[in-house]
């Protein structure tokens, strides 16, 4: 099993930006690929950037050029730095974690609220 904790998600005005994180334990040898998902009020979760290595990531079409998604392999913590926020990615954020094994886990989830 992976335990996901979450932090950084709150409030921020238009064009500002947040940080959120998300530390692993447990089973974390078994970690594949990291990623963030978001879930807005009535509608489906989607996938906002992923992250296997530096050299291998994935954006949704929304947030490219806004979002930069790290991993800290160290720390065993994934990073998703939010910049130019818009009243649009105001949601809730869950990180997800896919292992080797074919496995997913979940954060619990972290508001982000986006004010204009």
């Known amino acids: 099993q992976v335990q996901l904790v979450e932090s950084g998600g709150g409030l921020v005005q238009v064009g500002g930006s947040l940080r959120l994180s998300c530390a692993a334990s447990g089973s974390i040898f078994s970690i594949n690929v990291m990623g963030w998902y978001r879930q807005a009020p009535g509608k489906q979760r989607e996938l906002v950037a992923a992250?296997?290595?530096?050299?291998?990531?994935n954006y949704a079409d929304s947030v490219k050029g806004r979002f930069t998604i790290s991993r800290d392999k160290v720390k065993n913590t994934v990073y998703l730095q939010m910049n130019s926020l818009k009243p649009e990615d105001t949601a809730v954020y869950y990180c997800?974690?896919?292992?080797?094994?074919?496995?997913?886990?979940w954060g619990q989830g972290t508001q982000v609220t986006v004010s204009s």
């Open positions: 997800n974690v896919a292992t080797r094994y074919g496995a997913f886990h």
């Open positions: 992250i296997l290595s530096e050299s291998s990531t």
